[in-house]
């Protein structure tokens, strides 16, 4: 068992906020460089870019997880992981089903591009990733545990789409075991703010969308070895493993 530096929040040029040159060998160039060992590609609503990722970080040997980042009813972000990609397509047509099918306005949010793993154009997803789905925060993470994910609430220090934010407590009935924290995030300040936080461990994430950020913020999971059943049993603090936030540098 070792600790393994893992950022489970990264965005890609799908993401209408991402920027175009989070390409996958840029992303995982990186990653690499910032010495992750595990990421986890996390765009809005939308899984369909996490395929040409994972090629990129198999050709390089860093373990890429196939996410997303859901924005419920509720304006609250979720992280969800999921074991393949296989589910984690899936899911995705769950979720493009729960979306408005209002498209996105490319001038004002940029253009949403589904890429392959050499960089070739493969689509432009035209319905809006920026809303939010219809899924509320209850029927979300179930939605992530009946396809096999496990998930955590986003950036709960931030002050706009995250579950601190929007409801000020934990739903219990969720049983979150792991709250996301920003990679600027003061824990000592949040835990001052809101003491229930105690209760949870902390995942700090990069939520990179732009390249310059991977690396910002990380944290390192207490592993045997870097498969998706570890890292959930990380997140749901079983069996042993768990996740330490890095320190602010
Ligand atoms: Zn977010
Ligand atoms: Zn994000």
Redesign the pocket.
Known sequence: MRLYKADL?I?TVL?PCGDLEMSPSAVIKKAIEAGLEIIAI?D?NSTKNCSAYIKKGEQAGIVVLPGV?IQTSEEI?LIAVFPNLLIAEKFDRLIYNSLLPIENNPDFFGDQVIIDAEENILGIEERALINSSLWSLDEAVREVRNAGGVCFP??VDASSYSLLGQLGFIPPDLQFKTLGITAKCKIDRLMAQYPFVKEYQLIRNS?S?YIEQIGTGYSNLYLEKPTFEEIASAINNTDGRFIKPAELS
């Open positions: 929040h965005h993401s996390t809005h980042e972000h986003a950036h939520d969308h």
